[in-house]
């Protein structure tokens, strides 16, 4: 859309100014999935526990998330926390697999 205006800046100065304007749109959610091997493993979220457990999967703003998995009856822990960068539509899915994260897709 464009728009111009007629601006009076001073009696007798005239100013035109065009300005392009587009539509701003927010940001698409992102979505967080996680797996663990065997699956209902404590999930904590930015050093939060939301009482979710895996597997799941999570709507979430944009950003940089730091996961982790913890022991709980003999379900995984994974070594130290996942760091995951979602962009705005983007689904990040990543498995626990007991001492190891794996990315969807590169399990063999």
């Not at 992102?30 to 999967?57: C, F, K, M, Q």
């Not at 703003?61 to 070594?79: M, N």
């Not at 960068?85 to 990315?103: D, R």
């Amino acid at each position: 859309m464009s728009s111009k205006r007629l601006l009076r800046a001073w009696p007798g100065l005239v100013l035109l100014c065009s300005a392009t304007l587009s539509p701003q749109m927010p940001p698409q959610p992102a979505r967080l999935v996680i797996d663990s091997d065997p699956s209902g493993a404590a999930l904590t979220i930015n050093g939060v526990s939301r009482g979710e457990r895996t597997n799941a999967t999570l709507n979430v703003s944009p950003g940089s998330y730091k996961v982790s998995v913890g022991a709980s009856g003999g379900t995984p822990h994974c070594a130290g926390t996942l760091a995951i960068k979602v962009n705005s539509g983007q689904t990040a899915t990543w498995l626990c697999t007991g001492t190891s994260w794996a990315k969807e897709g590169s399990i063999q």
